[in-house]
C-alpha cells in the first residue's frame, strides 16, 4: 500500500502545539502558579483560539503578540491570579517556549530526505522567530510564514495558500501538518495533502473531508511520507 504523503515535496508545519510546547510558557513559572499552571495554560490557549476566529470574524485584525496578550489577561482575571509580574513574566517565556518532545528528530529526518520544511502559524514574525530559535529548530527549516502578510487567521484559506505561493509547489505536493483537528481541517479544505498529529486521541472534527493520514507522534511521519 502506498505512503498516503507519497510524492510530497514540502512539508509545513503548525507552530504553536505542533512543533512549539505552548505548555511550557505557565510551567517556567510555576514557582509562582503551582497547581494553577495547568488550568491557565488550558483556559489561555482557548480564548487565543477564539479571539483569532472571532477577529477575523468581525475584521478587526490584530496581531498574534496582541491576541496572546488579551488571551492571558482574560485568564488571568477568569481565575482571579493577581500575582505582580506574573503576566510580564509570562510573555517573555511565550517568545522562549520549548519544542515538542518529537518535533527536531522528526524535523531533522525529512530534511536529511530533501524535504522543504516550513512553518505557517498565526505567530507574528517576531514571536516565531524567537521562539523557533530558542527551541533551536531554526537550522532546520527554510522558510517561517506568518499569517500577518494576508491579514487573517487561520483556518482561512489564503493563508493556506500563502504556502503553496511561496514555497513554489502545487498543492498535492505540499504536506500540512498540524496537532490541531480544526487547523488540520482547514487546510484539507484548501487542498492541501494533510497529517493531523492527534497527539492527545481526540475525536475526529466534523467538518467535512478529513485529513489523509492521522499520526499519534510526529516520529510517525517519515512513514507517512514514504521515507525510508
Not at 478587526?60 to 505582580?84: E, M, N
Not at 502578510?149 to 500563502?162: E, F, Q
Not at 492521522?214 to 512513514?223: D, H, K, N, R, S
Request: aromatic share 8%; glycine share 8%.
Amino acid at each position: 500500500m502506498a505512503a498516503p504523503l507519497a510524492g510530497v515535496r514540502a512539508v509545513v508545519f503548525d507552530a504553536y502545539g505542533t512543533l512549539l510546547d505552548f505548555a511550557s510558557a505557565a510551567e517556567r513559572s510555576r514557582d509562582l502558579l503551582g497547581d494553577r499552571a495547568g488550568p491557565l495554560t488550558e483556559l489561555w490557549r482557548q480564548k487565543q483560539l477564539q479571539y483569532t476566529w472571532l477577529r477575523s470574524l468581525m475584521g478587526r485584525h490584530a496581531d498574534f503578540w496582541q491576541v496572546t496578550g488579551d488571551s492571558l489577561d482574560y485568564a488571568l482575571d477568569s481565575l482571579r491570579i493577581a500575582t505582580p509580574d506574573l503576566r510580564r513574566r509570562l510573555m517573555e517565556a511565550y517568545e522562549r517556549i520549548g519544542p515538542c518532545a518529537d518535533a527536531r528528530d522528526a524535523l531533522k529526518r525529512l530534511k536529511a530526505a530533501g524535504i522543504k520544511i516550513a512553518i505557517l502559524s498565526n505567530g507574528s514574525p517576531r514571536m516565531l522567530a524567537a521562539a523557533v530559535r530558542s527551541a533551536g529548530l531554526d537550522d532546520l527549516l527554510a522558510e517561517t510564514l506568518s499569517v500577518e502578510t494576508v491579514g487573517i487567521y487561520k483556518p482561512h484559506p489564503s493563508v493556506y495558500k500563502l504556502a503553496v505561493d511561496r514555497l513554489g509547489v502545487w498543492p498535492v505536493e505540499m504536506g500540512f501538518v498540524s496537532a490541531n483537528g480544526w487547523d488540520a481541517w482547514g487546510a484539507k479544505a484548501a487542498g492541501l495533502r494533510v497529517a493531523w498529529c492527534n497527539r492527545s486521541g481526540l475525536p475526529r472534527e466534523r467538518l467535512g473531508e478529513p485529513p489523509d493520514v492521522e499520526l499519534t507522534t510526529l516520529a510517525e511521519l517519515p512513514a507517512a511520507l514514504g521515507l525510508p
